[in-house]
């Protein structure tokens, strides 16, 4: 009888130092990294839930620096949240190209924020966008300039 509750007791205090371990070195704040594509957004940004942040300023031609700069492949592994701002124009195979990229390291939330100016194009450009981001498992947001 007193080792079986000398192992209820061990097993009890157990659970109870995993749980106050998990609650005491939990970590709320997240990684967040910003692609700006061709239009320029700064963001008020909220610095006591991010660890931490960095942004990038990137056109068409720097999609290399994704594929061979191993400092942003391991930011981009360790981020919680990827936010790409990008202007609408006729670019979907490069958005297709940058997504493919970017989900070969960033596993969490990959957000899409487009900018566009209605005209006759938009609306097969937005389709395609958005196609594009359902593909690679993307939230897509549209936001008029």
């Known amino acids: 009888m007193k080792r079986k509750m000398l192992k209820i007791l061990v ?11 998990y609650r005491i070195f939990r970590n709320d704040k997240i990684n967040y990294i ?3 594509i061709g239009i320029q957004k700064d963001y008020k940004i909220n610095k006591d839930k991010i660890k931490y942040y ?5 056109n068409k031609d720097t999609i ?6 191993t400092t942003i492949k391991r930011q981009l592994r360790e981020s919680n949240l990827v936010v790409i701002n990008l202007k609408v124009k006729d670019e979907e195979r490069y958005l297709e190209e ?16 487009a900018y566009y100016e209605k005209d006759l ?3 097969y450009l937005n389709n395609k ?3 594009i981001a ?3 498992n993307c939230i897509y947001i549209e936001n008029k300039l």
């Open 54 to 58: 960095k942004k990038y300023n990137l």
């Open 121 to 123: 194009i938009f609306n």
């Open 98 to 113: 940058l997504l493919k990229e970017l989900r070969k390291y960033a596993k969490e939330k990959v957000m899409i924020i």
């Open 134 to 136: 359902s593909r690679y």
């Open 64 to 69: 290399g620096l994704i594929k061979y700069n």
């Open 34 to 36: 910003e692609i700006n």
């Open 129 to 131: 966008y958005k196609e």
């Open 11 to 21: 097993l009890v205090l157990i659970i109870v130092s995993v749980f106050l371990i």
